[in-house]
């Protein structure tokens, strides 16, 4: 089922990258630990490996980021979507990812306490994971309007 999303996910803050593992982690950031849980139980976990679809659409000196897969057996068909800054973790994860990435949450938020380094925020990337086989980097101008991914953004703009 990679059917156009009934209902496109936007309320998280951005979008982190990881390198650190044997295929690069690409997770969309909430602030909320018990949100993001419940969202990912909701709807990704759900997602048959082989048809989550992952799309970088470049747009400038940003790009959307478009996620979607959804599932024949819990009938939910959320997609999520972003437009975030072109930046240097985005390109690094471009070029090495490897036809492959591992999906996840990532929970990012303000600490109150200044840490040692001077850092106020806190990042937790959360265990559950799924991998992602179908990833596209597109450039925006050369889209088909009538791909799931040209319309996803004439809604989010």
């Not at 982190?16 to 690069?24: A, E, I, W």
């Not at 979507?81 to 036809?99: A, D, Q």
Request: charged share 30%; proline share 3%; aromatic share 20%.
């Amino acid at each position: 089922m990679s059917s156009k999303p009934s209902y496109w996910f936007k309320d998280f803050v951005g979008v982190g990258y990881r390198y650190h593992d044997v295929y690069m982690n690409v997770f969309p950031l909430f602030e909320d630990k018990i949100a993001a849980f419940r969202l990912w139980k909701k709807t990704i976990e759900w997602w048959p490996d082989d048809a989550i679809k992952l799309r970088f659409v470049e747009q400038d000196d940003s790009y959307w980021f478009i996620l979607y897969g959804g599932s024949n057996y819990t009938g939910d068909n959320t997609g999520f979507v972003k437009k975030v800054p072109v930046s240097e973790n985005y390109e690094r994860f471009k070029v090495g990812y490897e036809k492959k990435a591992i999906l996840r949450f990532g929970i990012y938020k303000e600490n109150v306490k200044k840490k040692k380094d001077g850092s106020k925020f806190d990042l937790e990337v959360l265990k559950k994971s799924k991998s992602v086989y179908d990833i596209a980097f597109m450039k925006y101008d050369e889209l088909a309007q009538d791909s799931i991914e040209w319309q996803c953004i004439q809604e989010n703009k």
